[in-house]
């Protein structure tokens, strides 16, 4: 059955797939850049696994009230709804996967909570994407842990608070957050807040990453854009958004 998600539960896929729409794009950016031929591969199947990914998002939204040109590109930069730390480019390719992998993980908890019937099967299948995805990524994070501890610790005490906010803010809890009351999902925000700061902190204890400077208590609420789930007006830019539309192949094609 579909037709009948709240404003609330729209807004929340809307962040998904706006998600991993752009996560999609920032690991084409770094296909060819990857330090052994193993992560350039894992990063374009990653980048084509995420496209499938948000076909299907974009579908459930549009069944939904979405309206699919829309969804599809022909939208204001300030109107994609993508985790804040994608919005620019990364520096790096060790920054690259640090965001990616707190981006990776924080969306598979997101959709994993769902609870709603239109998800039954496609969160499975998702899920079974996102274990190689995070297999790799952790992977990869672990040895640069190792190697370079003081350049992951900045990039992710950098991103963690955007992601803290594409969650949702510690003011939703069981009895707070709408989606829970309503159903849509089965655990709050404040449960994956918590799940993702314990794996944090588990999968750095022995190491020299510090994870004391993240600001785990952000965002405050009444800073917080629940449609959008992020602080400020900040967003993706105009050029990205003619890639995604199809609209800079097209100024190539009149050429």
């Not at 998904?16 to 052994?36: F, N, Q």
């Not at 990914?53 to 994609?80: I, M, S, T």
């Not at 952000?218 to 105009?238: A, K, L, Q």
Request: contains cysteine; aromatic residues 8%.
């Amino acid at each position: 059955m579909t037709g009948n998600w709240s404003h609330e539960a729209v807004t929340y896929v809307q962040a998904i797939a706006d998600t991993k729409l752009i996560l999609s794009h920032r690991y084409v950016e770094w296909m060819l850049s990857g330090p052994v031929l193993e992560d350039d591969i894992a990063g374009a199947s990653a980048a084509q696994d995420e496209i499938g990914h948000v076909r299907q998002l974009f579908e459930k939204l549009a069944q939904n009230g979405r309206e699919r040109d829309w969804l599809q590109g022909e939208r204001a930069p300030e109107e994609f709804s993508n985790v804040a730390c994608l919005d620019e480019n990364v520096d790096s390719w060790a920054e690259l996967v640090a965001v990616a992998d707190i981006t990776e993980r924080a969306t598979w908890y997101l959709i994993d909570s769902i609870a709603h019937e239109d998800f039954d099967g496609l969160g499975e299948r998702i899920g079974q994407d996102e274990y190689f995805h995070l297999e790799h990524l952790d992977g990869r994070l672990e040895h640069n842990a190792e190697q370079n501890p003081e350049q992951v610790e900045a990039a992710i005490t950098e991103a963690m608070p955007a992601v803290l906010a594409y969650i949702g803010p510690s003011t939703l809890d069981a009895d707070a957050d709408p989606l829970v009351e309503s159903g849509f999902t089965d655990r709050s925000a404040v449960d994956i807040r918590d799940g993702l700061r314990d794996h944090y902190e588990s999968a750095f204890d022995g190491t020299d990453v510090d994870l004391s400077g993240v600001d785990w208590d952000v965002p405050d609420p009444d800073d917080w854009d629940e449609t959008r789930r992020r602080v400020g007006e900040g967003h993706i830019s105009p050029a990205l958004v003619d890639m995604l539309n199809g609209e800079e192949n097209a100024e190539f094609a009149r050429t």
